[in-house]
């Protein structure tokens, strides 16, 4: 089903008229006409159905069924990705599939072998660039949640601050690692404590060559724990799709 964003504010209204960015991609994109059905959703777990009426130049008006109006929690445990940022079309990929894999927040960052520095301003234009392919990635997957794509930190920003979360993952080469399931089975109580505020969980993934000793010595003397998702060296975003599809498949409601 085609699907368009609309405000928090029009999911509870019976006639909504789509802003005009949304309207262009339902009418010129889509080439949807009047009687399909499309479905709606705000980005924060509101979700519905609604029949398109009239179409004007780049307007579109249409009225909601208010028998479909679903309204999806968060999950029990929020997955932030902190991932090295690699080469701009390998980080657009990565946006995009952690958004279909469930991560709520996306933080990129920069390590000590990350090759691509970006200035202050062009920082801002890949965020906002980002933000827009996890939006368009959430209306093709047909999730109720966009993901949040923050500022670009350092690491040791980062690790100063990894006490936000509850666990923290990370994907490492080092001979410590173990193996991902052995891990999750340890934690599984701080996982999946009694019914609360969200587990908020950490997957770090590195760069090319994987963080140095002295990062990941940092990030386990914050309270991280290593893993290794296989006996195979991944590349960067083979490791971050398949830590989130474990993750997925671990947590999933």
Same mark, same amino acid.
């Given at each position: ?104 927040? &996306? ?7 990350? &090759? ?138």
């Amino acid at each position: 089903m085609m699907r368009c964003l609309i405000d928090v504010g029009q999911w509870s209204a019976e006639e909504i008229e789509l802003a005009p960015d949304e309207a262009h991609h339902l009418l010129k994109v889509l080439r949807a006409r009047p009687g399909e059905r499309v479905g709606l959703f705000t980005g924060h777990g509101h979700t519905a159905e609604a029949t398109l009426e009239t179409i004007r130049p780049k307007r579109a008006r249409l009225r909601l069924k208010p028998e479909t109006r679903r309204k999806t929690l968060p999950p029990v445990v929020a997955v932030t990705l902190i991932q090295a940022t690699p080469k701009h079309t390998l980080m657009d990929s990565i946006i995009q599939k952690a958004t279909e894999l469930g991560a709520q927040t &996306i933080q990129p960052t920069i390590t000590e072998r990350v &090759i691509v520095r970006l200035s202050a301003s062009a920082q801002a234009q890949r965020r906002e660039r980002w933000q827009k392919i996890a939006l368009e990635a959430t209306r093709q997957c047909g999730r109720a949640w966009i993901p949040t794509v923050l500022p670009v930190r350092s690491l040791p920003e980062i690790t100063a601050d990894l006490a936000r979360y509850d666990v923290c993952l990370v994907a490492s080469l080092q001979a410590e690692a173990q193996m991902f399931r052995e891990v999750i089975d340890r934690l599984r109580p701080k996982i999946y404590h009694p019914v609360g505020a969200p587990t908020r969980l950490a997957l770090v993934i590195g760069p090319e060559g994987d963080l140095t000793t002295e990062e990941t010595r940092k990030l386990q003397a914050a309270g991280a724990h290593l893993v290794r998702f296989s006996t195979a060296v991944l590349r960067v975003e083979t490791a971050a799709f398949y830590g989130l599809s474990l993750l997925d498949y671990e947590i999933a409601d």
